[in-house]
């Protein structure tokens, strides 16, 4: 995977732009989506899921394919603005421009009105430049299943075993 310093297309043209000169089979199979902990967005190529209306689309790593995302659901919140109306295809999120827009530092979409937005005076949301990246999966292909990287763990997840491993010790 390597990061660059770009942002998702958020309208027909740019998507079609991007993903024409995006290493896919198949054009249709190009993805710029939020990453699973909206801490970012990532570009791939995958296969195209049918996203349930009141859903916003991610990109799950581990499974290395695009997935509802169930867990900050705008369906289930009355202060999300733009919640898509219809299903829609994984490969269409452009044409729902709430569900690309993420604060990566909060980890929370701006359409939420309970998160901050990313212009903000407030120190504890300022963001640096290297903060906002997209990532590449250049190693996964539709279809190709979860490769050795699936099982990496991130920083946070590590600290909380080990700090489980060590309570246990006392």
Known sequence: ?????MECPTNETSWMQRSASYICTNPQEYHCLPSLYLNGSVEACLTVKLIQHGYCVIYNPYL???RIDSISSC?????????????YNSNEIHRHPPCQKINPVKQCYLADSSCPNITSNDPTVA???????????TTASPGSGPSSDAW???PLVLIY???????IQF
């Open 64 to 66: 290395k394919e695009a």
């Open 1 to 5: 995977m390597s990061t660059v310093s």
């Open 161 to 167: 075993l080990i700090s489980c491993l060590v309570f």
């Open 75 to 87: 369906v289930r919140k009355t202060n999300f603005s733009g919640c898509p109306t219809e299903s």
């Open 152 to 154: 990496s763990l991130s």
């Open 127 to 137: 963001i640096n430049q290297k903060d906002i990246a997209i990532t590449r999966d």
